[in-house]
């Protein structure tokens, strides 16, 4: 049975802490402040922007009002995509038995096809909420502003930073293969078959693959979640 390794917890989101329980890299113990993040991930045009969306004049835009069925797409959306990842046959322990064969490259493959439809899907619920806020008065026309600025000031960096996950998966799923290939050579003189072997550590790997993606999705769907809060307090 793979073992997890005992490391120092490191606090932060589900997604950040998975990851990092996953890996030998820990987390700043203070890290610094939201203002001093942004001041380094923002560069002078992406300021400009977002100080306009702030200061200047909000525009009323001609749309939809927000109704329940925008509230019940997002969570059809939302349930779609983790039923997506809860059966996708590649993380499906029950598909460990009759595995045909599963690397890496797989692995991260995987991984990005899911990534890309939580960015479809969220981006699309994005702007269709910020169209629901411009139509209903100045102060939530100017929220939806501000969120359309960062959007497009942060999703370079958010990219950058998402796509470390398949990467530091792949080499978890290496590190398993390895470590069980070790354990089944140390232990030759029992009478333990190599495919149970390799079912044991698929199965770690396959729910550790499944955990992360369904943390992601949670974080993808915050700036959704914040859009669909104000709409309903408005």
């Avoid at 959007?151 to 978890?172: I, N, Q, T």
Wanted: charged share 25%.
């Amino acid at each position: 049975m793979v073992q997890a390794l005992h490391r120092t917890p490191v606090r932060g989101p589900t997604f950040i802490r998975l990851l990092a329980s996953l890996t030998d890299a820990g987390a700043p113990a203070s890290p610094p402040p939201l203002p001093d993040r942004l001041s380094q991930w923002l560069d002078w045009k992406q300021s400009i922007a977002l100080s306009t969306a702030l200061d200047g004049r909000p525009v009323l835009a001609d749309g939809a009002p927000f109704t329940d069925e925008d509230a019940e797409e997002c969570a059809r959306t939302r349930a779609a995509l983790a039923q997506a990842i809860v059966g996708d046959r590649a993380l499906s322990p029950a598909a460990a038995q009759d595995e045909i064969g599963i690397d890496a490259a797989i692995v991260r493959q995987r991984y990005l096809t899911h990534q890309r439809a939580m960015q479809a899907a969220t981006g699309r619920l994005r702007g269709r909420l910020r169209d629901r806020l411009a139509a209903k008065d100045a102060e939530m026309a100017r929220l939806a502003s501000v969120d359309a600025a960062m959007e497009v000031a942060l999703s370079p960096r958010e990219h950058a930073l998402l796509a470390a996950a398949p990467k530091l998966l792949g080499a978890h799923f290496e590190q398993l293969r390895q470590t069980a290939e070790n354990a089944a050579e140390g232990a030759a003189g029992a009478e333990l078959p190599a495919g149970e072997t390799s079912a044991a550590w698929l199965d770690v790997f396959r729910k550790d693959m499944q955990s992360v993606l369904l943390a992601e999705l949670d974080v993808r769907f915050q700036p959704v979640d914040g859009l669909l809060a104000a709409l309903r307090a408005s």
